[in-house]
């Protein structure tokens, strides 16, 4: 029987790894799983969840992971060795530089650009680097060296190849020669930095990324394996799609009108409210073509003294504030995407007529369901006074989305009313070009991604015996 490491560092993943249909599909390989899940505590229902014969479920306490100011220093180098619009909006616009003086995000993203020129130039430098946080930073650890003895893993499986967790398990398995599996946690990981600690083989979501994955971090194209995003079989679900009376309903809503979805990027935008609160002005004003009715979305993470501009949704007519969130305090973010909660969010996006967002993977989300899209790049993100939220929108990864022309790219509030009116009239406009974007980035949404993963893994197993 062999034996897999999955490593879990956030609860997003537990979706995105193993709820989406790789668990089941592991335990019909006959596997023998260990789970790494980094949280306060395993909580009685995923331990009903998964637990089975052949599954150990091992709670990880949140921790510095090994990581030294020095080491920290180095990974902040790496954010230096890729030069692209996401790269610079980092240092421009993130939320981690955007109230710095402008001297400040000035000096990094002159540093971004010299290293960039020096560095992104010689392949050799860049992989020595990655040979110094190997070499030099070993990351060990007791705790972990000991569940390596004790369990005698035949291959490693990362689910989030940047995350500080991941990085430390994989240090270990290299060390121990043990096969190592990784895949990004979201569609953005390969262009935002130089990865410091590589895997021996790569599960990407679509052509793009397993051509950046070879031109930014230097991986070699034989080890790389196009799988899709397993979080995305959602999508193909037939069987779990209520009627929209009862969904509607059960949201608050009223059937027989138009949904308008917004959904917030919380502190990434922490103005996007605005948007949702224009919106609704025409709602309640009837200053669209149809009587419509909004629902809004607040971000599934929150922070210290952080109050919700979207609750007063839930009191107001033709409006609806979505609570299907499930809180979990035994997660470090508070919350766990259970099968019930992506059903109802699988529910939600089905019903919509019309989804508007800022820059958001809900983009994809919406589109995977055929959902006319509206990336509305105002009034969501302001520098001293001045909204700066159309410049955030030069990311690489979301390039791929503009390219297509599958969403509707608005600047201001007349051009939001207009493309709204404009998919109230006609729901079918762009549909060419949305499943241009389906096929392209989302990988067609089989609903066999997870199948994909599973029959690679599986593969790179026997391929190793």
């Not at 537990?14 to 390989?29: C, D, I, P, Q």
């Not at 940047?162 to 953005?188: H, Y």
């Not at 929209?244 to 935008?269: A, C, T």
């Not at 051009?415 to 392209?440: F, G, M, V």
Request: hydrophobic residues 40%; proline residues 4%; charged residues 25%.
């Amino acid at each position: 029987m062999k034996t897999i490491f999955i490593i879990i560092p956030q609860s997003s993943i537990l979706k995105n790894a193993l709820r989406s249909g790789g668990f089941e599909l592991l335990m019909n390989e006959g596997y023998r799983l260990v789970i790494f899940i980094l949280c306060k505590r395993i909580p009685d229902y995923i331990r009903k969840e998964f637990e089975r014969e052949n599954v150990t479920l091992v709670e990880m306490q949140e921790n510095d992971w090994g990581t030294t100011k020095l080491l920290r220093l180095l990974r902040h180098f790496f954010h230096y060795f890729i030069w692209n619009g996401t790269t610079v909006k980092y240092f421009r616009y993130s939320k981690h530089y955007i109230q710095k003086p402008r001297i400040v995000t000035f000096f990094h993203v002159v540093a971004l650009r010299i290293v960039s020129l020096i560095v992104g130039n010689i392949k050799p430098l860049r992989i020595f680097f990655r040979w110094i946080e190997y070499r030099m930073f070993l990351q060990k650890s007791d705790e972990i060296g000991h569940y390596f003895d004790e369990h005698k893993p035949d291959l490693l499986f990362s689910s989030a190849v940047s995350s500080t967790m991941d990085t430390q398990f994989l240090k270990e398995a290299k060390r121990r020669g043990v096969t190592t599996v990784t895949m990004p946690k979201t569609w953005d990981t390969i262009t935002k930095k130089y990865l410091s600690v590589m895997p021996d083989y790569f599960l990407v979501q679509n052509t793009i990324l397993k051509e950046q994955l070879i031109k930014l971090q230097d991986f070699p194209e034989e080890r790389i394996f196009i799988i899709g995003f397993p979080e995305f079989d959602w999508y193909a679900r037939k069987d779990i799609i209520r009627p929209r009376e009862e969904h509607l309903k059960k949201m608050g809503l009223n059937p027989d009108l138009p949904v308008i979805f917004f959904g917030s990027q919380g502190s990434w935008y922490p103005y996007d409210y605005q948007i949702a609160d224009l919106v609704y002005g025409w709602i309640k004003n009837n200053e669209l073509i149809k009587q419509c009715q909004l629902l809004v979305r607040p971000h599934f993470l929150r922070f210290e003294g952080y109050k919700d501009p979207f609750i007063k949704y839930k009191n107001l007519k033709h409006a609806a504030y979505d609570n299907t969130f499930f809180s979990s305090d035994a997660f470090y973010d508070g919350h766990d995407p259970t099968n019930e909660t992506m059903i109802d969010f699988v529910n939600t996006l089905y019903h919509s007529d019309i989804c508007v967002i800022i820059l958001s993977t809900l983009a994809l989300d919406a589109v995977s369901l055929n959902k006319p899209v509206i990336n509305a790049l105002f009034g969501s993100l302001y520098r001293k006074g001045k909204d700066v939220t159309p410049q955030t929108a030069s990311v690489m990864h979301y390039g791929w989305i503009f390219e297509t022309n599958a969403t509707s790219v608005v600047r201001n509030s007349a051009e939001l009313k207009d493309s709204i009116n404009q998919y109230l009239k006609n729901p079918r406009l762009k549909d060419a070009e949305r499943k241009t974007l389906r096929d392209k980035v989302c990988f067609g949404v089989d609903g066999k991604s997870s199948e994909r993963m599973v029959s690679v893994i599986k593969e790179i197993l026997e391929s190793n015996a």
